[in-house]
């Protein structure tokens, strides 16, 4: 039986618990950019089809020179909607091979949807408030990941606070308030901004569950997913509030 006095037993602990804590550490880093990079990749995406569609003839397919929909647009619209729901609802029942494709559809009709940006507002505009967005994000998720403040406490706050400003803008489309307008675009980036740090810590937090499990590479996507839409919504309440229309 060892000597738990024994100096020799007791110096080789620390190496163990070092050495899982570096595996932890090595594999939750691996886990984190994974995510990023699915993200990223999926902005880029839709930053590239957003681009090449908007300068196409078959821009006319789907929306007006006035960036009205046409029927086929009102599918591209809202198919995207589909696809979240979809990998939301069903990503225990689908592959992670089938869950990759659903994101990088759900990139590409974005791409097709936000075309329309592009005629709505200047070139440099946009590219401006996607730099900010993305400095703001980086800032955002960075310290979601590395504070020790538990953030669960927010959730359930912010996400009533976006269907709150889903209601509103709603009822925008009957009222036209510009102050209304307003309001909503500026909340909205406060909601986002603040679900980015959440996700970031949440998603971090589910490497403790997933980690070495089968469903790993599937919420990695579903992480890259959520904090793609954190970025692509911050971006859009940022374009309303500074970008210049046309």
Known sequence: MANWSDPRATAARPTIVDARGAAYDAGLR?????????????????GVVALLFANSPYM??????????SGLGYIV??????????LSFGINRISETTAKALFWAYATLMGLSL???????????????????AAAFGSLSLWGYTTKRDLSGMGSF?????????????INLFMQSSALDLAVSVIGVLLFAGLTAYDTQRIKSMYFSVAGSSFAGK??????????????NMFLFLLRLFGDRR
Request: net charge neutral; aromatic share 14%.
């Open 30 to 46: 691996s886990y984190m950019l994974s995510v990023y990079n699915y993200m990223a990749s999926g902005v880029l995406l839709t």
């Open 60 to 69: 006319s397919l789907l929306f007006s020179p006035q960036g009205r929909p």
């Open 77 to 86: 619209m809202f198919a995207p909607l589909g696809v979240v729901m979809w």
């Open 115 to 133: 075309s329309t940006l592009l005629l709505a507002y200047t070139g440099a505009s946009v590219a401006q408030t996607f730099f900010a967005s």
């Open 158 to 170: 912010l996400i009533m606070g976006v269907i709150g400003i889903a209601v509103a803008m709603l």
């Open 219 to 232: 919420s990695v996507v579903m992480g890259a997913l959520q904090l793609y839409l954190d970025f692509i």
